[in-house]
Each structure stands twice: as C-alpha cells, then as structure tokens.
C-alpha cells in the first residue's frame, strides 16, 4: 500500500517527531522527516512508514505498507486516528494562545498529540512508568516488549493480554520490576482476560467512567487512568495534576517559586477546556522532554 494525503493545515510533524521517544513500537528519524509506526489494526500488527512530504502549513505524507493490503481503509483509518490527522490544530493552539499559553504554545506551534498504536500496550507501559523517572521506564518497557513481544519489520508489537497473563512475577523481577509493578502488570492483564474487558470499546464511555473503572484495579491511580486516556484513547480534555513534568513546567510558566497545588492547577487548566491534553503537550514541550 502507498497512499498520498494532504491535510488542512497547520500540522507541525517535525516538532512531533522531535518530541516522540524511540519507543519499540516507534522508530522516528528527525532528518528524514519520517516516522515507522509499529500499529495494531484489529488484531494484525502493521508496520507502516509515514513521510511528510509538505510542510506546516500545507501537510503531505507518503504513507507505505507492506501490510494489510486486502483492507487498506481500515489501516488509513487506524493511522490517522493514531496521528491525530483530523484534529484542529491551528483551532486548539489559537484557543490557548488567547488563554495565556501564547509563549508556550509558540515554542512548537501545532503540534499533533500523536497517540500509541497500541491500546493494550498503551496501557501496561503507563503502568509501567508509574513513578519512574523517563530514562529508567523507557528502559524496563523495552526489556518488556522485547522479552514477551512480537518483532516485524524491525518494529515491537506488545505481547496480547494473554500471554502476558501467563507470566510470572518472577520474571519480571529478573528483568528489575518491582514485585509491586509486576503484580500490578500481570493482575491487569488477567483482568482483561477475565472479565471479557474490550480496550477498544472504552471509545464509547466518558473520561470520568473510563477513570472509575480503571482505578478500581490495583495498581491503577488517576496518573495512569488519565495519561492511558490521553495516549492510547487520544481524550482531548485531560489535565494529569500528579504528573511532575506538568507540575515543573506551570511553575516555570507562571514563576512560581514551589510547584502548584492541586487547586491552583485546576484553577489554571481550566481556561483551557476542552483542549486540557493539548496544554499538557504544549507544557511538556516547554521543558523540552515528554511526560514525566
């Protein structure tokens, strides 16, 4: 499959890839401006290659697969959800630029929240980056998905909630999980296969229901209820107010000399409805890194 395709501009995919972290599943390449994404579609994992062709204010990309070639719409459709291709970004940055994000949003104007192409993977890396700083997390997920996952094309593909109900926390252990987190990894997973739980299907409930019933799991606070929402549901309204990195970037932005409380935080965030993940994106790239 090679498909072109232009957007409505802006879409600043070059500020994207410098944000993206070479995640197993994600091979981004600044200098060639393009990005290899290791995507689920239905159960199938892809590797597609998207190459912008345009610029900011005229987007085009070269999108090629060497998969799923018998259902090209369904791939496309899971691709441009995935890097945000619909969502208005000149409309959300004008919004928190009028809403005293101006300088911020400046700093990398239009950028897309590209989202994880993997739902289930989306949701036991954020466990697993509870409470770790960036380096170390990246470090045990990719131990994980090179472990128990699956390789194509030079691309990681997360192992499938029932492989990863068969593990042992042991294991895990070995691979220097906490014994905690790697509970919580495995309990999650047969969670899942248990009670017949579709990821997929969490695109028909709201933000506070999606929460209730993550958080009711052990191991699953607001933090990795509200950051799964954001990369691997794409919800274009979440403000995560434990998160360090938001926490270090409103203190820097509004020259505080403590990080924010919790209420000065929602005070602040909520001038910025309904695009609260996007100031988080913009806040994050304030402090030149991703979450925290």
Same mark, same amino acid.
């Given at each position: ?63 090629? =697969?060497?998969?799923? %070639?018998?259902?090209? #719409?369904? !791939?496309?459709?899971?691709? $441009? @959800? +995935? ?38 993977? =989306?949701?036991?890396? %954020?466990?697993?980056? #509870?409470? !770790?700083?960036?380096?170390? $997390? @990246? +470090? ?153």
């Amino acid at each position: 499959m090679q498909k072109t395709i232009s957007l409505k501009g802006p879409y600043n995919f070059d500020q994207a890839l410098v944000r993206l972290a070479p995640d197993p599943w994600t091979d981004p390449d600044p200098e060639t401006r393009t990005l290899r994404l290791g995507i689920l579609s239905g159960e199938k994992p892809a590797a597609v290659t998207i190459k912008a062709t345009g610029s900011t204010e005229k987007p085009e990309f070269t999108i090629v =697969s060497d998969d799923y %070639t018998e259902n090209e #719409q369904t !791939l496309m459709q899971n691709v $441009a @959800a +995935v890097m945000q291709f619909d969502v208005p970004l000149g409309k959300i940055a004008a919004h928190l630029s009028e809403n005293g994000l101006k300088e911020t949003v400046n700093q990398s104007f239009a950028v897309p929240f590209i989202r994880d192409a993997q739902l289930f993977g =989306s949701l036991i890396k %954020t466990i697993i980056h #509870q409470q !770790l700083n960036m380096t170390f $997390a @990246a +470090v045990l997920t990719n131990r994980f998905v090179r472990g128990y996952g699956e390789e194509k094309d030079g691309l990681w593909f997360f192992p499938s909630p029932e492989s990863v109900s068969r593990i042992e926390p042991e294991e895990l252990r070995e691979m220097q999980f906490s014994q905690r987190k790697a509970e919580y990894v495995i309990d999650t997973a047969r969670w899942i296969i248990e009670e017949g739980i579709r990821l997929e299907e969490f695109t028909h409930l709201t933000d506070a229901e999606i929460e209730a019933l993550l958080t009711k799991r052990r191991g699953i606070g607001r933090w990795t209820a509200e950051n799964f929402m954001m990369f691997g549901l794409g919800r274009p309204n979440l403000f995560p107010v434990g998160d360090i990195g938001v926490q270090n970037a409103l203190k820097k932005e509004y020259g505080l000399d403590q990080k924010p409380d919790v209420p000065f935080m929602e005070e602040a965030s909520a001038k910025w409805a309904p695009y609260r993940s996007y100031a988080t994106l913009y806040l994050w790239n304030s402090l030149g890194n991703g979450p925290s």
